[in-house]
Protein backbone atom coordinates (compact mmCIF):
# COMPACT_ATOMS: atom_id res chain seq x y z
CA UNK A 1 0.00 0.00 0.00
CA UNK A 2 1.15 3.40 -0.84
CA UNK A 3 1.87 5.90 1.88
CA UNK A 4 3.33 9.36 2.59
CA UNK A 5 7.00 8.69 4.37
CA UNK A 6 9.37 11.41 2.81
CA UNK A 7 9.32 12.36 6.42
CA UNK A 8 9.48 9.33 8.36
CA UNK A 9 12.54 7.93 5.72
CA UNK A 10 14.97 10.89 7.18
CA UNK A 11 14.48 9.92 10.74
CA UNK A 12 17.18 7.34 12.03
CA UNK A 13 16.30 4.04 12.29
CA UNK A 14 15.29 3.58 15.98
CA UNK A 15 13.37 6.80 15.85
CA UNK A 16 11.97 5.53 12.32
CA UNK A 17 10.77 2.11 13.94
CA UNK A 18 9.19 3.29 16.86
CA UNK A 19 7.19 5.71 13.77
CA UNK A 20 6.90 2.45 11.41
CA UNK A 21 5.12 0.46 14.26
CA UNK A 22 2.81 3.28 15.41
CA UNK A 23 1.47 3.25 11.68
CA UNK A 24 1.45 -0.37 11.37
CA UNK A 25 -0.27 -0.50 14.67
CA UNK A 26 -3.33 1.79 13.18
CA UNK A 27 -3.50 0.05 10.66
CA UNK A 28 -4.42 -2.74 12.61
CA UNK A 29 -6.81 -0.74 14.38
CA UNK A 30 -8.95 0.50 11.77
CA UNK A 31 -9.17 -2.85 9.83
CA UNK A 32 -9.82 -4.31 12.88
CA UNK A 33 -12.79 -2.42 13.62
CA UNK A 34 -14.26 -2.18 10.45
CA UNK A 35 -14.42 -6.06 10.67
CA UNK A 36 -15.60 -5.94 14.29
CA UNK A 37 -18.66 -3.33 12.88
CA UNK A 38 -19.11 -5.58 9.91
CA UNK A 39 -19.56 -8.67 11.54
CA UNK A 40 -22.42 -6.81 13.50
CA UNK A 41 -24.22 -5.64 10.11
CA UNK A 42 -23.88 -8.95 8.59
CA UNK A 43 -25.55 -10.40 11.64
CA UNK A 44 -28.27 -8.03 11.58
CA UNK A 45 -28.75 -8.80 7.49
CA UNK A 46 -28.88 -12.58 8.31
CA UNK A 47 -31.84 -11.87 10.97
CA UNK A 48 -33.67 -10.07 8.15
CA UNK A 49 -33.30 -13.00 5.35
CA UNK A 50 -33.29 -10.57 2.93
CA UNK A 51 -31.89 -11.52 -0.71
CA UNK A 52 -29.81 -10.08 -3.70
CA UNK A 53 -32.07 -9.97 -7.00
CA UNK A 54 -29.29 -10.19 -9.45
CA UNK A 55 -27.11 -13.14 -7.40
CA UNK A 56 -30.12 -14.40 -5.90
CA UNK A 57 -27.57 -15.38 -2.69
CA UNK A 58 -28.71 -14.43 0.90
CA UNK A 59 -27.34 -10.88 1.58
CA UNK A 60 -25.47 -11.52 4.56
CA UNK A 61 -23.07 -13.82 2.01
CA UNK A 62 -22.55 -11.06 0.03
CA UNK A 63 -21.84 -8.56 3.03
CA UNK A 64 -19.63 -11.17 4.55
CA UNK A 65 -16.65 -9.93 2.60
CA UNK A 66 -16.43 -6.92 5.15
CA UNK A 67 -15.24 -8.78 7.85
CA UNK A 68 -13.45 -11.32 6.28
CA UNK A 69 -11.21 -9.33 4.15
CA UNK A 70 -10.60 -6.17 6.80
CA UNK A 71 -9.77 -9.31 9.51
CA UNK A 72 -7.30 -10.82 6.98
CA UNK A 73 -6.37 -6.96 6.61
CA UNK A 74 -5.77 -6.93 10.51
CA UNK A 75 -4.12 -10.13 10.40
CA UNK A 76 -1.40 -9.02 7.70
CA UNK A 77 -0.81 -5.85 9.52
CA UNK A 78 -0.20 -7.66 13.20
CA UNK A 79 2.01 -9.66 11.35
CA UNK A 80 3.65 -7.50 9.84
CA UNK A 81 4.39 -5.14 12.74
CA UNK A 82 5.55 -8.82 14.45
CA UNK A 83 8.21 -9.48 11.98
CA UNK A 84 9.56 -5.37 11.36
CA UNK A 85 9.65 -5.38 15.91
CA UNK A 86 11.99 -8.53 15.43
CA UNK A 87 13.76 -8.06 12.03
CA UNK A 88 13.58 -4.30 11.03
CA UNK A 89 12.35 -5.42 7.79
CA UNK A 90 9.08 -4.41 5.96
CA UNK A 91 8.14 -6.23 3.02
CA UNK A 92 9.24 -5.24 -0.42
CA UNK A 93 8.32 -4.73 -4.27
CA UNK A 94 10.27 -4.61 -6.93
CA UNK A 95 8.43 -2.26 -9.55
CA UNK A 96 11.11 -2.07 -11.93
CA UNK A 97 11.08 -6.32 -12.53
CA UNK A 98 9.43 -7.08 -15.98
CA UNK A 99 8.84 -10.96 -16.64
CA UNK A 100 9.80 -12.04 -20.41
CA UNK A 101 13.38 -9.56 -19.98
CA UNK A 102 16.06 -11.39 -19.09
CA UNK A 103 18.37 -10.96 -16.04
CA UNK A 104 21.18 -9.38 -18.65
CA UNK A 105 18.72 -6.83 -19.98
CA UNK A 106 18.68 -4.65 -16.37
CA UNK A 107 21.11 -3.25 -15.34
CA UNK A 108 22.08 -3.91 -11.69
CA UNK A 109 19.84 -1.34 -9.09
CA UNK A 110 21.99 0.54 -6.41
CA UNK A 111 20.17 1.94 -3.26
CA UNK A 112 20.48 5.25 -1.85
CA UNK A 113 20.32 6.04 1.92
CA UNK A 114 17.98 8.84 2.92
CA UNK A 115 19.21 11.73 4.52
CA UNK A 116 18.14 11.86 8.21
CA UNK A 117 17.85 14.11 10.61
CA UNK A 118 20.39 15.12 13.29
CA UNK A 119 20.10 12.57 16.39
CA UNK A 120 19.07 15.68 18.57
CA UNK A 121 16.14 16.13 16.73
CA UNK A 122 15.26 12.84 16.22
CA UNK A 123 13.09 11.70 19.07
CA UNK A 124 10.97 14.93 19.29
CA UNK A 125 10.04 14.59 15.69
CA UNK A 126 9.48 11.03 16.05
CA UNK A 127 6.98 12.33 19.35
CA UNK A 128 5.64 14.75 17.66
CA UNK A 129 4.66 12.69 14.24
CA UNK A 130 3.14 10.07 16.82
CA UNK A 131 1.11 12.16 18.91
CA UNK A 132 0.09 15.12 16.40
CA UNK A 133 -2.87 13.08 15.49
CA UNK A 134 -3.91 11.88 18.97
CA UNK A 135 -3.73 15.20 20.12
CA UNK A 136 -6.14 16.47 16.88
CA UNK A 137 -8.28 13.37 18.08
CA UNK A 138 -8.49 14.93 21.81
CA UNK A 139 -9.28 18.36 20.83
CA UNK A 140 -12.20 16.75 18.49
CA UNK A 141 -13.14 14.89 21.57
CA UNK A 142 -13.22 18.09 23.73
CA UNK A 143 -15.24 19.59 21.13
CA UNK A 144 -17.93 16.28 21.37
CA UNK A 145 -18.06 16.83 25.25
CA UNK A 146 -18.45 20.74 24.72
CA UNK A 147 -15.04 21.80 26.25
CA UNK A 148 -14.42 24.05 23.44
CA UNK A 149 -16.80 25.17 20.79
CA UNK A 150 -15.52 24.96 16.81
CA UNK A 151 -17.13 26.75 14.21
CA UNK A 152 -18.28 25.11 11.05
CA UNK A 153 -15.04 26.36 9.02
CA UNK A 154 -12.86 25.10 11.82
CA UNK A 155 -14.71 21.63 11.84
CA UNK A 156 -13.65 21.32 8.09
CA UNK A 157 -10.15 22.47 8.67
CA UNK A 158 -9.99 19.94 11.36
CA UNK A 159 -10.73 17.14 8.94
CA UNK A 160 -7.74 18.20 6.68
CA UNK A 161 -5.27 18.59 9.31
CA UNK A 162 -6.19 15.28 10.94
CA UNK A 163 -6.18 13.40 7.72
CA UNK A 164 -2.51 14.74 6.96
CA UNK A 165 -1.36 14.45 10.80
CA UNK A 166 -2.21 10.25 10.10
CA UNK A 167 -0.40 10.07 6.62
CA UNK A 168 2.72 11.82 8.13
CA UNK A 169 3.37 8.95 9.91
CA UNK A 170 3.88 7.19 6.59
CA UNK A 171 0.81 4.59 6.78
CA UNK A 172 -0.75 3.58 4.18
CA UNK A 173 -3.22 6.52 2.12
CA UNK A 174 -6.19 4.23 2.32
CA UNK A 175 -5.88 4.00 6.09
CA UNK A 176 -5.39 7.52 6.71
CA UNK A 177 -8.57 8.27 4.87
CA UNK A 178 -10.50 5.84 7.08
CA UNK A 179 -9.38 6.37 10.23
CA UNK A 180 -9.97 10.28 9.44
CA UNK A 181 -13.10 9.13 8.32
CA UNK A 182 -14.02 6.91 11.32
CA UNK A 183 -12.98 9.66 13.91
CA UNK A 184 -14.59 12.34 12.64
CA UNK A 185 -18.20 10.65 12.11
CA UNK A 186 -17.43 8.96 15.18
CA UNK A 187 -16.79 12.58 17.13
CA UNK A 188 -18.27 15.47 15.25
CA UNK A 189 -21.25 13.96 13.57
CA UNK A 190 -24.49 11.93 14.57
CA UNK A 191 -23.92 9.17 11.58
CA UNK A 192 -24.08 5.91 13.34
CA UNK A 193 -20.44 4.18 13.00
CA UNK A 194 -21.63 1.27 11.90
CA UNK A 195 -22.32 3.02 8.18
CA UNK A 196 -18.31 3.13 7.82
CA UNK A 197 -18.52 -0.92 7.22
CA UNK A 198 -21.37 -0.55 5.15
CA UNK A 199 -19.88 2.54 2.96
CA UNK A 200 -16.85 0.51 1.91
CA UNK A 201 -19.02 -1.90 0.52
CA UNK A 202 -21.07 0.50 -1.35
CA UNK A 203 -18.39 2.82 -2.38
CA UNK A 204 -17.02 0.26 -4.86
CA UNK A 205 -20.92 -0.58 -6.41
CA UNK A 206 -19.91 1.63 -9.61
CA UNK A 207 -19.69 0.12 -12.75
CA UNK A 208 -16.95 2.39 -14.02
CA UNK A 209 -14.86 1.18 -11.19
CA UNK A 210 -15.04 -2.06 -12.67
CA UNK A 211 -12.87 -0.65 -15.40
CA UNK A 212 -9.82 -0.74 -13.14
CA UNK A 213 -8.93 -3.76 -12.61
CA UNK A 214 -9.30 -4.56 -16.28
CA UNK A 215 -6.93 -2.04 -17.10
CA UNK A 216 -4.23 -3.50 -14.91
CA UNK A 217 -5.00 -6.62 -15.77
CA UNK A 218 -4.39 -5.86 -19.68
CA UNK A 219 -1.26 -3.93 -18.51
CA UNK A 220 0.23 -6.86 -16.52
CA UNK A 221 -0.28 -8.84 -19.76
CA UNK A 222 1.30 -6.05 -21.87
CA UNK A 223 4.28 -5.51 -20.12
CA UNK A 224 5.40 -9.53 -19.71
CA UNK A 225 4.18 -10.42 -22.77
CA UNK A 226 6.59 -8.90 -25.30
CA UNK A 227 4.49 -6.11 -26.61
CA UNK A 228 6.63 -3.79 -25.58
CA UNK A 229 9.95 -5.13 -27.34
CA UNK A 230 8.33 -5.24 -30.83
CA UNK A 231 6.92 -1.40 -30.30
CA UNK A 232 10.57 -0.73 -29.84
CA UNK A 233 12.10 -2.30 -32.67
CA UNK A 234 9.15 -0.75 -34.93
CA UNK A 235 9.86 3.27 -33.29
CA UNK A 236 14.04 2.59 -33.89
CA UNK A 237 12.94 0.83 -37.53
CA UNK A 238 11.34 4.89 -38.41
CA UNK A 239 13.38 7.30 -36.85
CA UNK A 240 16.53 4.85 -35.34
CA UNK A 241 18.34 7.08 -37.58
CA UNK A 242 18.03 10.45 -36.48
CA UNK A 243 20.31 11.84 -34.02
CA UNK A 244 19.52 10.46 -30.60
CA UNK A 245 17.78 7.49 -32.39
CA UNK A 246 17.50 5.54 -29.87
CA UNK A 247 16.21 8.19 -27.34
CA UNK A 248 13.55 9.21 -30.16
CA UNK A 249 12.26 5.97 -30.42
CA UNK A 250 12.13 5.28 -26.52
CA UNK A 251 9.69 8.64 -26.41
CA UNK A 252 7.93 6.92 -29.63
CA UNK A 253 7.55 3.35 -27.69
CA UNK A 254 6.55 4.74 -24.70
CA UNK A 255 3.91 6.53 -26.75
CA UNK A 256 2.88 3.43 -28.39
CA UNK A 257 2.64 1.56 -25.16
CA UNK A 258 1.27 4.20 -23.28
CA UNK A 259 -1.99 3.69 -26.32
CA UNK A 260 -2.81 0.36 -25.07
CA UNK A 261 -1.39 0.64 -21.57
CA UNK A 262 -2.68 2.74 -18.81
CA UNK A 263 -0.21 2.85 -16.02
CA UNK A 264 3.01 5.12 -15.79
CA UNK A 265 5.01 2.86 -14.18
CA UNK A 266 4.34 -0.04 -16.27
CA UNK A 267 5.70 1.97 -19.47
CA UNK A 268 9.05 2.91 -17.94
CA UNK A 269 9.55 -0.69 -16.88
CA UNK A 270 8.39 -2.34 -19.75
CA UNK A 271 10.12 -0.06 -22.34
CA UNK A 272 13.01 1.32 -19.77
CA UNK A 273 13.99 -2.27 -18.89
CA UNK A 274 14.98 -2.65 -22.96
CA UNK A 275 15.94 0.57 -24.27
CA UNK A 276 18.16 1.68 -21.54
CA UNK A 277 20.85 -1.22 -21.76
CA UNK A 278 20.86 -0.48 -25.41
CA UNK A 279 21.45 2.87 -25.42
CA UNK A 280 24.40 2.51 -23.36
CA UNK A 281 25.75 -0.40 -25.39
CA UNK A 282 25.63 2.41 -28.60
CA UNK A 283 27.26 5.03 -26.64
CA UNK A 284 24.76 6.92 -24.85
CA UNK A 285 25.30 8.24 -21.45
CA UNK A 286 22.86 6.10 -18.89
CA UNK A 287 21.89 9.87 -17.63
CA UNK A 288 20.64 10.62 -20.95
CA UNK A 289 18.25 7.67 -21.47
CA UNK A 290 17.32 7.21 -17.77
CA UNK A 291 16.37 11.42 -18.28
CA UNK A 292 14.54 10.81 -21.20
CA UNK A 293 12.47 7.12 -19.95
CA UNK A 294 11.44 8.89 -16.83
CA UNK A 295 9.37 11.51 -18.38
CA UNK A 296 8.20 10.13 -21.42
CA UNK A 297 6.96 6.65 -19.53
CA UNK A 298 4.61 9.78 -17.65
CA UNK A 299 2.86 8.95 -21.28
CA UNK A 300 1.10 6.21 -19.54
CA UNK A 301 -1.74 8.03 -17.84
CA UNK A 302 -1.81 10.94 -20.45
CA UNK A 303 -2.89 8.74 -23.82
CA UNK A 304 -5.94 6.46 -24.07
CA UNK A 305 -6.53 4.02 -21.18
CA UNK A 306 -5.69 5.86 -18.00
CA UNK A 307 -6.38 4.77 -14.33
CA UNK A 308 -6.11 8.38 -13.02
CA UNK A 309 -8.89 9.23 -15.29
CA UNK A 310 -11.26 6.47 -14.53
CA UNK A 311 -10.09 7.29 -10.84
CA UNK A 312 -11.07 10.93 -11.86
CA UNK A 313 -14.47 9.88 -13.42
CA UNK A 314 -15.87 7.88 -11.02
CA UNK A 315 -14.60 11.14 -8.41
CA UNK A 316 -16.29 13.90 -10.60
CA UNK A 317 -19.17 11.89 -12.73
CA UNK A 318 -17.30 12.40 -16.26
CA UNK A 319 -18.05 10.04 -18.87
CA UNK A 320 -14.84 7.70 -19.03
CA UNK A 321 -14.64 7.32 -22.94
CA UNK A 322 -14.70 11.35 -23.47
CA UNK A 323 -11.34 11.59 -21.30
CA UNK A 324 -9.50 8.84 -22.88
CA UNK A 325 -10.45 10.44 -25.88
CA UNK A 326 -9.73 13.69 -24.68
CA UNK A 327 -5.71 12.84 -23.83
CA UNK A 328 -4.72 11.55 -27.18
CA UNK A 329 -3.91 15.06 -28.87
CA UNK A 330 -2.71 16.52 -26.18
CA UNK A 331 -0.32 13.19 -25.52
CA UNK A 332 0.85 13.92 -29.28
CA UNK A 333 2.11 17.07 -28.56
CA UNK A 334 4.08 16.09 -25.71
CA UNK A 335 5.49 13.44 -27.46
CA UNK A 336 6.86 15.95 -29.97
CA UNK A 337 7.60 18.45 -27.70
CA UNK A 338 10.07 15.60 -25.56
CA UNK A 339 11.27 14.14 -29.47
CA UNK A 340 12.47 18.11 -30.16
CA UNK A 341 14.13 18.50 -26.73
CA UNK A 342 15.85 14.92 -26.96
CA UNK A 343 16.80 15.47 -31.10
CA UNK A 344 18.17 19.10 -30.00
CA UNK A 345 20.65 17.99 -26.97
CA UNK A 346 21.45 14.33 -29.20
CA UNK A 347 22.90 16.57 -31.88
CA UNK A 348 24.55 19.60 -29.60
CA UNK A 349 26.31 16.56 -28.25
CA UNK A 350 27.18 14.24 -30.93
CA UNK A 351 25.27 11.11 -30.02
CA UNK A 352 25.23 8.34 -32.44
CA UNK A 353 22.81 7.25 -35.08
CA UNK A 354 21.77 4.00 -35.83
CA UNK A 355 21.75 2.57 -39.56
CA UNK A 356 18.52 3.95 -41.51
CA UNK A 357 16.27 0.39 -41.93
CA UNK A 358 15.02 -0.18 -45.07
CA UNK A 359 11.14 -0.17 -45.94
CA UNK A 360 11.29 -4.13 -45.74
CA UNK A 361 12.54 -3.86 -42.30
CA UNK A 362 10.42 -1.56 -41.06
CA UNK A 363 7.39 -3.24 -42.54
CA UNK A 364 8.61 -6.51 -40.74
CA UNK A 365 8.70 -4.51 -37.21
CA UNK A 366 5.34 -2.78 -37.99
CA UNK A 367 3.62 -6.38 -38.59
CA UNK A 368 5.26 -7.81 -35.41
CA UNK A 369 4.04 -5.26 -33.43
CA UNK A 370 0.17 -4.87 -35.26
CA UNK A 371 -1.26 -7.23 -32.88
CA UNK A 372 -0.54 -4.66 -29.99
CA UNK A 373 -1.45 -2.17 -31.66
CA UNK A 374 -4.65 -3.13 -32.86
CA UNK A 375 -5.56 -2.94 -29.25
CA UNK A 376 -6.05 1.45 -29.74
CA UNK A 377 -8.60 0.40 -32.54
CA UNK A 378 -10.66 -2.03 -30.25
CA UNK A 379 -11.06 0.06 -27.56
CA UNK A 380 -11.76 3.40 -29.49
CA UNK A 381 -13.80 1.89 -32.31
CA UNK A 382 -15.70 0.41 -29.48
CA UNK A 383 -16.41 3.33 -27.64
CA UNK A 384 -17.46 5.59 -30.65
CA UNK A 385 -19.20 3.35 -31.90
CA UNK A 386 -21.38 2.31 -28.92
CA UNK A 387 -20.49 -1.50 -29.37
CA UNK A 388 -19.51 -1.89 -26.10
CA UNK A 389 -18.87 0.87 -23.01
CA UNK A 390 -15.10 1.43 -21.54
CA UNK A 391 -15.44 -0.91 -18.57
CA UNK A 392 -16.43 -3.22 -21.41
CA UNK A 393 -13.55 -1.95 -23.24
CA UNK A 394 -11.25 -2.66 -20.30
CA UNK A 395 -12.45 -5.90 -20.12
CA UNK A 396 -12.31 -6.61 -24.25
CA UNK A 397 -8.54 -5.43 -23.43
CA UNK A 398 -8.00 -8.08 -20.60
CA UNK A 399 -9.03 -10.69 -23.12
CA UNK A 400 -7.27 -9.75 -26.04
CA UNK A 401 -4.10 -8.83 -24.22
CA UNK A 402 -4.15 -12.53 -22.68
CA UNK A 403 -4.47 -13.72 -26.07
CA UNK A 404 -2.06 -12.05 -27.59
CA UNK A 405 0.41 -12.41 -25.00
CA UNK A 406 -0.37 -16.57 -24.23
CA UNK A 407 -1.41 -17.49 -27.98
CA UNK A 408 0.01 -15.14 -30.35
CA UNK A 409 3.32 -13.97 -28.83
CA UNK A 410 3.81 -16.96 -26.82
CA UNK A 411 6.14 -14.85 -24.25
CA UNK A 412 3.81 -15.94 -21.63
CA UNK A 413 3.06 -19.56 -21.10
CA UNK A 414 -0.06 -20.96 -19.49
CA UNK A 415 1.79 -21.84 -16.58
CA UNK A 416 3.29 -18.25 -16.05
CA UNK A 417 -0.59 -16.75 -16.60
CA UNK A 418 -1.40 -16.98 -12.74
CA UNK A 419 1.16 -15.38 -11.67
CA UNK A 420 0.49 -12.07 -14.18
CA UNK A 421 -2.83 -12.80 -12.49
CA UNK A 422 -1.67 -12.69 -8.78
CA UNK A 423 0.38 -9.27 -9.73
CA UNK A 424 -2.92 -7.68 -10.99
CA UNK A 425 -4.88 -8.38 -8.55
CA UNK A 426 -2.38 -6.95 -5.41
CA UNK A 427 -2.12 -4.39 -7.60
CA UNK A 428 -6.33 -3.85 -8.11
CA UNK A 429 -6.39 -4.49 -4.44
CA UNK A 430 -4.76 -2.12 -3.10
CA UNK A 431 -5.92 1.05 -5.32
CA UNK A 432 -9.62 -0.25 -4.87
CA UNK A 433 -8.98 -0.12 -1.06
CA UNK A 434 -7.42 3.30 -1.24
CA UNK A 435 -11.03 4.43 -3.91
CA UNK A 436 -13.49 2.97 -1.20
CA UNK A 437 -11.82 4.74 1.68
CA UNK A 438 -11.88 7.97 -0.47
CA UNK A 439 -15.28 7.29 -1.39
CA UNK A 440 -16.17 7.56 2.74
CA UNK A 441 -13.83 10.75 2.40
CA UNK A 442 -16.43 12.08 0.05
CA UNK A 443 -19.53 11.26 1.99
CA UNK A 444 -18.21 13.16 4.98
CA UNK A 445 -17.14 16.18 2.94
CA UNK A 446 -20.59 16.07 0.97
CA UNK A 447 -22.13 16.00 4.63
CA UNK A 448 -20.37 18.99 6.23
CA UNK A 449 -21.12 20.93 2.45
CA UNK A 450 -17.02 21.79 2.57
CA UNK A 451 -17.29 21.43 -1.78
CA UNK A 452 -20.14 23.65 -2.16
CA UNK A 453 -18.78 25.99 0.52
CA UNK A 454 -15.39 26.29 -1.23
CA UNK A 455 -16.74 26.85 -4.51
CA UNK A 456 -18.41 30.09 -3.38
CA UNK A 457 -15.46 30.84 -1.52
CA UNK A 458 -13.30 30.70 -4.58
CA UNK A 459 -15.58 32.64 -6.51
CA UNK A 460 -15.84 35.54 -4.09
CA UNK A 461 -12.62 35.94 -4.70
CA UNK A 462 -13.16 36.99 -8.18
CA UNK A 463 -10.06 34.97 -9.52
CA UNK A 464 -12.02 33.85 -12.92
CA UNK A 465 -11.45 30.49 -14.26
CA UNK A 466 -7.45 31.75 -15.27
CA UNK A 467 -6.22 32.44 -12.00
CA UNK A 468 -8.43 29.48 -10.21
CA UNK A 469 -6.67 27.22 -13.00
CA UNK A 470 -3.32 28.68 -12.24
CA UNK A 471 -4.02 28.17 -8.53
CA UNK A 472 -5.02 24.65 -9.25
CA UNK A 473 -1.90 23.81 -10.83
CA UNK A 474 0.29 25.15 -7.83
CA UNK A 475 -1.54 22.91 -5.76
CA UNK A 476 -1.46 20.27 -7.82
CA UNK A 477 2.30 20.29 -8.27
CA UNK A 478 2.83 20.50 -4.40
CA UNK A 479 1.14 17.61 -3.81
CA UNK A 480 2.70 15.88 -6.18
CA UNK A 481 5.64 16.22 -4.16
CA UNK A 482 4.32 14.37 -1.23
CA UNK A 483 1.56 11.91 -2.63
CA UNK A 484 0.88 9.06 -5.62
CA UNK A 485 -1.37 10.55 -8.36
CA UNK A 486 -4.60 8.48 -7.60
CA UNK A 487 -4.65 9.51 -3.86
CA UNK A 488 -4.30 13.32 -5.14
CA UNK A 489 -7.04 12.94 -7.51
CA UNK A 490 -9.34 10.94 -5.17
CA UNK A 491 -8.85 13.61 -2.44
CA UNK A 492 -8.67 16.98 -4.57
CA UNK A 493 -11.28 16.44 -7.87
CA UNK A 494 -14.71 16.23 -5.50
CA UNK A 495 -13.14 19.39 -3.63
CA UNK A 496 -12.15 21.42 -7.09
CA UNK A 497 -14.20 20.15 -9.87
CA UNK A 498 -17.59 21.95 -8.32
CA UNK A 499 -15.53 25.58 -8.00
CA UNK A 500 -14.41 24.29 -11.81
CA UNK A 501 -18.14 23.34 -13.26
CA UNK A 502 -19.49 27.22 -11.53
CA UNK A 503 -16.61 29.09 -13.15
CA UNK A 504 -17.46 27.50 -16.55
CA UNK A 505 -14.26 25.21 -16.96
CA UNK A 506 -15.32 22.20 -18.76
CA UNK A 507 -14.67 19.39 -16.51
CA UNK A 508 -13.19 17.01 -19.46
CA UNK A 509 -10.64 19.68 -19.99
CA UNK A 510 -10.30 20.09 -16.31
CA UNK A 511 -9.15 16.39 -15.85
CA UNK A 512 -6.66 16.22 -18.21
CA UNK A 513 -5.48 19.34 -16.79
CA UNK A 514 -5.05 17.22 -13.28
CA UNK A 515 -3.90 14.53 -15.00
CA UNK A 516 -0.69 16.24 -16.74
CA UNK A 517 0.22 17.76 -13.06
CA UNK A 518 0.02 13.76 -11.57
CA UNK A 519 2.93 13.40 -14.72
CA UNK A 520 5.03 15.95 -13.36
CA UNK A 521 4.42 14.69 -10.30
CA UNK A 522 5.84 10.86 -11.22
CA UNK A 523 9.34 12.91 -12.74
CA UNK A 524 10.40 14.36 -9.61
CA UNK A 525 11.75 13.65 -5.87
CA UNK A 526 10.64 12.79 -3.19
CA UNK A 527 7.89 10.71 -4.29
CA UNK A 528 8.19 10.29 -8.25
CA UNK A 529 7.22 6.39 -8.88
CA UNK A 530 8.70 6.62 -12.34
CA UNK A 531 12.13 8.53 -11.13
CA UNK A 532 12.46 5.25 -8.37
CA UNK A 533 12.12 3.27 -11.11
CA UNK A 534 14.15 4.39 -13.54
CA UNK A 535 16.33 4.67 -10.87
CA UNK A 536 16.29 0.87 -10.23
CA UNK A 537 16.91 -0.33 -13.89
CA UNK A 538 19.43 2.24 -14.26
CA UNK A 539 21.23 1.45 -11.49
CA UNK A 540 21.65 5.22 -11.09
CA UNK A 541 21.43 7.61 -7.46
CA UNK A 542 18.14 9.35 -6.97
CA UNK A 543 19.66 12.70 -6.53
CA UNK A 544 21.73 12.00 -9.97
CA UNK A 545 18.32 11.39 -11.79
CA UNK A 546 16.95 14.25 -10.22
CA UNK A 547 19.04 16.31 -12.26
CA UNK A 548 19.30 14.30 -15.36
CA UNK A 549 15.46 14.70 -16.05
CA UNK A 550 15.43 18.28 -15.71
CA UNK A 551 15.44 19.08 -19.47
CA UNK A 552 12.42 16.96 -19.90
CA UNK A 553 10.66 17.78 -16.68
CA UNK A 554 11.02 21.74 -18.05
CA UNK A 555 9.43 20.54 -21.43
CA UNK A 556 6.87 18.93 -19.51
CA UNK A 557 5.79 22.58 -17.41
CA UNK A 558 5.70 24.01 -20.42
CA UNK A 559 3.38 21.52 -21.92
CA UNK A 560 1.18 22.19 -18.53
CA UNK A 561 0.66 25.75 -19.64
CA UNK A 562 -0.48 24.64 -23.01
CA UNK A 563 -2.71 22.08 -21.76
CA UNK A 564 -4.15 24.44 -19.33
CA UNK A 565 -4.83 27.33 -21.53
CA UNK A 566 -5.50 25.74 -24.74
CA UNK A 567 -8.81 23.67 -23.90
CA UNK A 568 -9.72 23.18 -27.69
CA UNK A 569 -6.69 20.71 -27.44
CA UNK A 570 -8.04 18.59 -25.46
CA UNK A 571 -11.80 19.22 -26.06
CA UNK A 572 -11.16 18.80 -30.37
CA UNK A 573 -11.66 14.93 -30.05
CA UNK A 574 -14.31 14.01 -27.98
CA UNK A 575 -16.39 17.20 -29.46
CA UNK A 576 -15.96 15.54 -32.78
CA UNK A 577 -16.94 12.41 -31.92
CA UNK A 578 -19.97 13.53 -30.07
CA UNK A 579 -18.77 12.22 -26.46
CA UNK A 580 -19.78 15.72 -25.17
Not at 261 to 270: H, R, Y
Not at 387 to 414: H, N, Q, R
Not at 497 to 512: E, N, Q, S, T, Y
Amino acid sequence: HVGVDVLVNMLPRASRKQVILFAIGCGALFTGLIATFGYTFVVKMYATGQQSYDLEWPMWAIYLAIPLGSGLMCFRFLQVGWAYYWTGELPHHNEAHVEGIAASDALTPSTEAHGEVSRSWASPLAITIICAPILIVGICLAQRTGIIAMPQSMRALTLFILLVAFMITGMPVSIALGLTVMAFMFILTDVPIEAVSMKLFTGLESFEIMAIPFFILAGNFLSHGGVARRMINFAVSLIGHYHGGLGLAGIVACAMFALVCGSSVATVAAIGAIVLPEMVRHGYPMRFGAGIITVAGSLGILMLPSIPKIVYAVSTNVSIGALFVAGLLPGMLLTVMLCTVTWFLAKKRDYPRMKKATWAESWHAFRESLWGLMLVVIIIGGIYSGIFTATEAAAMAAVYSFFISVFVYKAIKLKDVPRVLLRAANTSAMLLYIITNAVLFSFVLTNENIPSALADWILAQHLGWFGFLLLVNILLLVAGNFMEPNSIILIMAPILAPAAKKLGIDLVHFGIVIDVNMEVGLCHPPVGLNLYVASMIAGMRITELAVAVWPWLVTMLVFLAVVTYWPELTLFLPRLLGMI
